[in-house]
């Protein structure tokens, strides 16, 4: 029998009402299992965090710091054991999941060293008005399968050094490091302040609309959002949501192929294309459109697809069986409709692994072209005219992010601000500093995180009004 993971529900690691297996999306086979929640144990918490949320309201920034040091040491401690659990529940490379372990304990000490003090109004001999901003209370955050661990510091970090308790509840594919970061936030903050519920896909809707929760922090697709957003209306509880995206690669006349092909094609592949801000579509002038193709095609060749256990590979499986098949018929259309330049075929090896894959002659109406793959098939598109480019860019539904490749740099700042998204890089990509707020334009979502306006949002505006004689 594998090892079964707890849930932390109001300071101690419990049993689930029942088990789960997790999948190791490179062989298929389970490794492990979570403990999965029932909604007797979601009230639980709810009301374990509302019991927790007063005490932990009133310490001061010093104090929420240092518990907070704490569990970034402690998550630091176990690194390599996060690091390697990762890579088997969510199948990324081992050394991609040192990275998202490192930026996990970076994150906490990041929002762990914020503050936000009273904002002065007025202050006259006759009267002082300030703005305070108070915690809201139970936070609920709610995470996608892509990065299990990062996703979720970027909501935990700074609801609590705000003041806010959390429950946490990972996606169902990807429980395991969210129970791990319980057990290791068991010993060390105080009891309700965070909590891990691992459920079967079926206790998001009702944490969301609990009437307990104050605020629900939702990452995942934009299907998904727009429930939470109806089940947060009849409490009116706050709300941020990171969704999808389909955002366009933008290659200028002036660019290099030879430079840009490498780093398009990692902001396209890397995590296996499952990053909300991937690039998922290339648009190129034609000049420049069949050598772009070529180069891309050589380095989906070259690129070692294989268990991210394995020393050097490059691209890791498909997380899940259902994103598999999704892929799978992708890449039959790609077959179908344009002409495969590299890939097009899912490897028979067990697991859940494609072939990095690139497309051109797509219509521009195909689902490949028009959808989220949210995977390592990339479409390639041909244009003539910029400002039609730019235009087919933005009738997108989304407008999460999206990258300007150039060499001119001035000039792709221009052309950024004609694409209506949350973020545009230039001749970079998924640089996300943590104090630069990140969020979604349109149907990619409404809210910010990250930067003082993502720590705003788990807050509530005070105004302290006070005559002073
Ligand atoms: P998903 O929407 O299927 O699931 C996300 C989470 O929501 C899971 O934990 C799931 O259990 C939970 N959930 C399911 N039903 C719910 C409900 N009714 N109410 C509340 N929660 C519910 O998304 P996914 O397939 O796990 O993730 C992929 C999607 O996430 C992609 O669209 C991707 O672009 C998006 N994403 C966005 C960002 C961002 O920051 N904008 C980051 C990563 C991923």
Redesign the pocket.
């Known amino acids: 029998m594998e090892k079964t993971l707890r849930l932390l529900i109001d300071g101690q690691l419990v049993d689930g009402a029942g088990t789960m297996p997790v999948i190791n999306p490179a062989t298929g086979a389970a490794f492990m299992r979570a403990a999965r929640a029932d909604t007797a144990q979601l009230d639980a918490a709810v009301a374990a965090g509302r019991r927790a949320f007063p005490a932990w309201a009133r310490h001061s920034y010093a104090e929420r710091r240092a518990y907070l040091e704490r569990f970034a040491d402690g998550v630091e401690a176990r690194f390599e054991e996060f690091a390697r659990l990762l890579t088997m529940e969510q199948g990324k490379p081992l050394d991609q999941a040192r990275f998202e372990v490192g930026g996990t304990v970076a994150g906490l000490r990041y929002f762990a060293a914020q503050d936000i003090a009273p904002h002065v109004i007025r202050d006259t001999p006759e009267e002082r008005i300030t703005e305070h901003r108070s915690p809201l209370g139970v936070v609920?955050a709610?995470?996608?399968?892509?990065?299990p661990l990062i996703?979720l510091v970027v909501k935990l970090g700074p609801a609590l050094i705000t003041g806010n308790v959390v429950i946490a509840?990972?996606?169902?594919?990807t429980p395991l490091t969210t129970l791990l970061l319980g057990e290791v936030a068991a010993d060390i903050l105080p009891a309700g302040v965070f909590q891990t519920l691992a459920?079967a896909?079926?206790?998001?809707?009702?944490?969301?609309?609990h009437a307990g929760v104050a605020h629900?922090s939702?990452?995942?697709?934009?299907?998904?959002?727009k429930?939470?957003l109806s089940?947060t209306i009849d409490t009116l509880k706050r709300f941020t949501?990171?969704?999808?995206?389909n955002d366009a690669a933008l290659v200028l006349d002036d660019a290099d192929v030879a430079k840009i092909a490498p780093m398009i094609f990692n902001a396209a592949m890397v995590n296996a294309g499952?990053?909300?801000?991937a690039a998922k579509r290339v648009y190129a002038p034609r000049v420049l459109y069949d050598d772009l193709c070529k180069a891309l095609g050589d380095l989906a060749r070259r690129a070692v697809v294989g268990d991210g256990m394995e020393q050097g590979s490059q691209i890791g499986p498909i997380q899940?069986a259902?994103?598999y098949a999704k892929l799978v018929d992708y890449l039959a259309q790609a077959r179908e409709e344009g002409t495969v330049v590299a890939g097009g075929e899912p490897l028979e090896r067990g697991g859940y692994f494609i072939a990095p894959t690139i497309v051109r002659d797509l219509p521009h109406d195909a689902r490949l072209v028009q959808e989220?793959q949210?995977g390592p098939v990339l479409p390639l598109l041909p244009y003539d005219d910029l400002d039609a480019a730019i235009a087919a860019i933005n009738a997108s539904e989304y407008g999460?992010g999206g990258t300007i490749w150039t060499g001119d740099p001035d000039r792709g700042e221009q052309v950024a601000a004609l694409i209506n998204s949350g973020t545009v890089w230039i001749n970079r990509h998924l640089d996300l500093p943590f104090d630069v707020p990140?969020?979604?334009a349109k149907q990619?979502?409404i809210g910010r995180?990250q930067g003082l306006e993502g720590l705003l949002e788990f807050t509530q505006a005070k105004i302290i009004n006070m005559a002073k004689a």
């Open positions: 609920a709610i995470t996608p399968w892509n990065f996703l509840k990972p996606a169902p594919s459920d896909n079926d206790l998001g809707g009702p944490l969301s609309a629900v939702f990452t995942g697709s934009t299907a998904t959002g429930k939470v089940s949501l990171e969704l999808g995206g499952q990053v909300c801000l899940n259902a994103q989220e949210f999460l990140f969020g979604g990619s979502g995180q």
